[in-house]
């Protein structure tokens, strides 16, 4: 069964400063991915960012980044230069893919971690 | 114009009513789903449509009837709730459920579903 872990339930960070969100994941399929989601108060999950389990390179959007380490089973998300807009839930997770490698489009969401940027 | 639109944006019922949450996508993906987000509950899956056919259902009770007339409209009938199955329940699209294109997610914004 696949597993992710969001340990912070809250973070704080002030206006265009960087900031880390946890997200640790527990599988046993070789092949997967993972994603991290942004949901302000409106409710609408906003897809931020994809890394796939065999990508060579940490991925990028832009502002965001993602500190992918699979030996650690960690995939962190990196918000540079943070803006009172980033103010918001932010979700972390992960695709199951089957033993071919295809994804079913089930996704295993965390608990997800708040975050409030200060002006 | 959003590409998944949900409604109603909120709703309150009795535990006897009968009522129907409605997603639309204007993106032509071919695969929807419903998702339920409880309060302190990581998001669960509930249902997953792929060319209007029902490919999972997550263990979900039969209190929660979905529909999908097809690839661009999906329901979710509700009848006889209970108050624990008042949460934000949320619809999503994607290309395809197979591949890399199948695991992006589009959502909507939600239905707040509150069972008195």
């Known amino acids: 069964a696949q597993k992710i872990t969001q340990t912070q339930p809250g973070m704080f960070v002030q206006e265009k400063e960087a900031v880390t969100l946890d997200c640790t994941y527990d599988t046993s399929d070789p092949s997967y991915g993972l994603f991290w989601y942004k949901q302000p108060s409106s409710g609408e999950m906003i897809f931020l960012i994809y890394?796939?389990?065999?990508?060579?390179q940490n991925a990028t959007e832009g502002r965001y980044s993602l500190n992918f380490q699979k030996a650690r089973k960690s995939a962190n998300l990196v918000i540079s230069a943070s803006q009172l807009g980033d103010s918001a839930m932010y979700f972390c997770?992960?695709?199951?893919?089957?033993?071919?490698?295809?994804?079913?489009?089930?996704?295993?969401f965390g608990q997800g971690t708040i975050l409030t940027v200060h002006p | 114009e959003t590409g998944v639109t949900q409604t109603p944006r909120h709703l309150v019922m009795g535990m006897t009513n009968k009522k129907s949450l409605k997603c639309e996508q204007h993106l032509g993906h071919n695969a929807m789903y419903w998702y339920k987000q409880s309060a302190k509950k990581p998001l669960e899956l509930m249902f997953v449509?792929?060319?209007?056919?029902?490919?999972e259902n997550n263990s979900v009770p039969s209190r929660f009837s979905p529909e999908c007339p097809n690839s661009s409209h999906l329901f979710l009938h509700l009848h006889t709730l209970q108050p624990e199955d008042s949460a934000l329940y949320l619809c999503?699209?994607?290309?395809?459920?197979?591949?890399?294109?199948?695991?992006?997610?589009?959502f909507g914004s939600g239905t707040q579903l509150s069972v008195l």
């Open positions: 999503a699209s994607s290309q395809t459920t197979g591949g890399r294109r199948g695991e992006k997610l589009f």
């Open positions: 449509y792929n060319f209007k056919e029902q490919t």
């Open positions: 890394q796939g389990s065999y990508d060579q």
């Open positions: 997770a992960m695709a199951y893919r089957n033993a071919g490698g295809t994804s079913y489009g089930k996704l295993t």
